[in-house]
């Protein structure tokens, strides 16, 4: 069993940043392909980023340039750096975890989530 938990959302204005963490337990962390997903309000949930164990990543086309996936395997912990925020990225930010180490981009394949945190972005 894995357990995650999100922090770092909260408010922010166009064009600011902000850090989200997702800190996970389990002894094999460092072999976890880690994923980050996001829902906004009336909207499905959508793939964010995913970083394997070697680190390589992989983004979503809407966040690539400015967002960047990256882990800590001593903290068991793995981010998303989010820079020129937009008002469009408002939504819950989900981290997901795929113990397996895959490459996954669709939330249906992934067994573990955080519950999330809130990104408003103000215009």
């Known amino acids: 069993q894995v357990q995650l938990v999100e922090s770092g959302g909260g408010l922010v204005q166009a064009g600011g940043s902000l850090r989200l963490s997702c800190a996970a337990s389990g002894r094999t962390f460092s072999s976890y392909a880690m994923g980050w997903f996001r829902q906004a309000p009336g909207k499905e949930r959508e793939f964010v980023a995913v970083?394997?164990?070697?680190?390589?990543?992989y983004y979503a086309d809407s966040v690539k340039g400015r967002f960047t996936i990256s882990r800590d395997n001593a903290k068991n912990t793995v981010y998303l750096q989010m820079n020129s925020l937009k008002p469009e990225d408002t939504a819950v930010y989900y981290c997901?975890?795929?113990?397996?180490?895959?490459?996954?981009?669709?939330?249906?394949?992934?067994?573990?989530w955080g519950q999330g945190t809130q990104v408003t972005v103000s215009s």
């Open positions: 970083i394997r164990s070697g680190e390589s990543t």
């Open positions: 997901a975890a795929d113990p397996q180490g895959r490459y996954l981009l669709r939330d249906q394949d992934y067994d573990y």
